[in-house]
């Protein structure tokens, strides 16, 4: 973490069956990295922050411990955006409070914005990982959890999709990124990260948080 920058996200001592205790801070404009070979924990991690598994440890955002908060709010602020994440409805704007909101961001993904009315039947995996972090986007999160958020897309989309995250960074979103692109790690992250059966540690050495 860069000295003086504001802590966004803070996490202490978190753990669950198939990841040991990790400790991490995550400030205001930064972007870390979490890489490591499947499964490892890389997952199970991003699970345990958003609280969405049983776990043991501590979680605050903005100094606020996330026991404080209740659940629906504290994933509001803390976005997880799953490698492939649930569709409920079946269209596309059905998933958005404001599609009015969110055209200009599918936009911005390389989608039209006439992608808000079509169905989810008929999107490619990439389409859907696009329009999962517009939809996570749209909510103005504090800190944002990608799984792998350009697996399902070429080279050229996925830079579209990192230069949003770079401008994202830019306004104070925390964010943390799990990619098994070294290069894309290297684009984006300020600190690196590997996970290896269950233990987080810097890459290549060096002191955790």
């Known amino acids: 973490m860069q000295h003086g920058a504001r802590l966004v996200l803070k996490i202490r001592g978190l753990m669950r069956p198939g990841l040991e205790s990790a400790d991490l801070d995550v400030a205001a404009g930064e972007c870390?990295?979490?890489s490591g070979p499947s499964g490892a924990g890389k997952t199970l991690f991003l699970r345990a922050i958003v609280d969405l598994d049983p776990n043991q440890g501590d979680v605050a955002?903005?100094?606020r411990p996330r026991a404080e908060m209740p659940a629906p709010e504290w994933r509001r602020?803390?976005?997880?955006?799953?490698?492939?994440a649930g569709w409920w409805a079946?269209?596309?704007?059905?998933?958005?409070?404001?599609?009015?909101?969110?055209a200009p961001l599918v936009t911005r993904l390389g989608l039209p914005a006439a992608a808000l009315e079509w169905e989810?039947?008929?999107?490619?995996?990439?389409?859907?990982?696009?329009?999962?972090?517009?939809?996570a986007l749209v909510t103005s999160p504090r800190a944002l959890l990608l799984d792998e958020p350009t697996s399902g897309l070429d080279p050229e989309t996925a830079m579209t999709v990192e230069s949003m995250l770079h401008e994202r960074a830019a306004d104070g979103i925390?964010?943390?990124?799990?990619?098994?692109?070294?290069?894309?790690?290297?684009?984006?992250?300020r600190r690196q990260y590997r996970m290896a059966k269950g233990k987080l540690a810097?890459?290549?050495?060096?002191?955790?948080?």
Request: charged fraction near 20%.
């Open 32 to 34: 870390v990295a979490v």
């Open 61 to 63: 955002l903005d100094d």
């Open 77 to 84: 602020h803390v976005v997880y955006v799953p490698a492939e």
């Open 90 to 102: 079946e269209r596309v704007g059905e998933h958005f409070s404001d599609p009015a909101i969110a």
């Open 120 to 135: 989810v039947a008929r999107l490619s995996t990439g389409e859907k990982q696009r329009l999962a972090l517009a939809r």
């Open 174 to 189: 925390a964010i943390l990124i799990v990619t098994h692109d070294a290069r894309q790690a290297a684009r984006l992250a």
């Open 202 to 209: 810097p890459a290549g050495g060096g002191a955790a948080p």
